[in-house]
């Protein structure tokens, strides 16, 4: 169906692998509509949670295609951006938590991508950065906004402003990443993660994540009446009741999604 994508189900969750090795599976403006057209038809109603990885063991992402960005006008440079923005934005608004599982370089767009998934597994060869000041630009996928609320602002201006790419375990010190595992586990780790996430309540792990995301622009105040809001609405759900009374009477009930 995708020429530089390959999607797989493992029940209940999927894997999204970016595949375009003689690039080291840079973004351009294909892949970006391949992403985009894949999460517009994502099935919330019977997925439960999203895998995006890297095909190869160099590269999750190396970054934006810079073949496709050398010559473009200001105009042009605006819309690239714009659309990679917008895929991104799909991605961290997805219903579902999405995992990236980070095998090897992310650079550029690719550190963006990562950025735009709920949580961040890597390998214990990844590496880091925003290497786009060494060539005349900024990060466009929306880079500047989320490496600084996922790792604060002086940290952000330093690699930013350096274009310096840090390794795995450094980006484990900072927060970008939640966890570094061995090459060959990180699959596992990440499916491991996954079905955890899948075996949840689903309609209240989407809850809690419009609510984390949504408090990104909002005020405290606004954030918690927010939660206040969708706390009450689980109780409206049949997983709540079964959920409780199995807890209540030591027994074990599956969630449904109702």
């Not at 310096?164 to 990180?186: F, S, T």
């Not at 994540?209 to 049949?238: L, R």
Request: glycine residues 10%.
């Amino acid at each position: 169906m995708y020429e530089h994508l390959k999607i797989e189900e493992r029940g209940a969750v999927a894997v999204m692998t970016i595949s375009a090795p003689k690039s080291l599976n840079a973004l351009n403006s294909k892949i970006l509509n391949e992403i985009g057209d894949y999460l517009g038809s994502f099935d919330c109603g019977r997925l439960r949670c999203l895998i995006v990885t890297g095909d190869g063991e160099k590269s999750f992402v190396a970054g934006a295609d810079i073949s496709e960005m050398a010559g473009l006008s200001a105009a042009e440079g605006e819309a690239f951006g714009k659309r990679g923005a917008r895929v991104f934005r799909m991605l961290e608004t997805l219903p579902v938590p999405v995992i990236a599982a980070v095998n090897g370089f992310a650079l550029g767009g690719g550190c963006e991508l990562a950025m735009a998934c709920d949580i961040r597994i890597c390998s214990d060869n990844a590496k880091f950065g925003q290497p786009e000041v060494g060539l005349g630009i900024i990060p466009g996928f929306s880079g500047t906004v989320r490496m600084a609320r996922l790792i604060g602002m002086g940290m952000a201006k330093q690699l930013i402003y350096t274009g310096k790419a840090i390794r795995a375990d450094e980006a484990l010190r900072i927060g970008l990443v939640n966890a570094v595992v061995p090459q060959a586990e990180l699959m596992d780790k990440a499916m491991e993660m996954a079905a955890q996430i899948a075996a949840q309540a689903p309609l209240a792990v989407r809850a809690a994540k419009e609510c984390i995301n949504a408090e990104w622009d909002m005020t405290a105040d606004e954030a918690i009446a927010c939660e206040n809001h969708a706390f009450g609405e689980c109780f409206s759900t049949a997983d709540q009741k079964g959920g409780m009374r199995a807890f209540l009477d030591k027994s074990k009930y599956e969630f449904q999604g109702k």
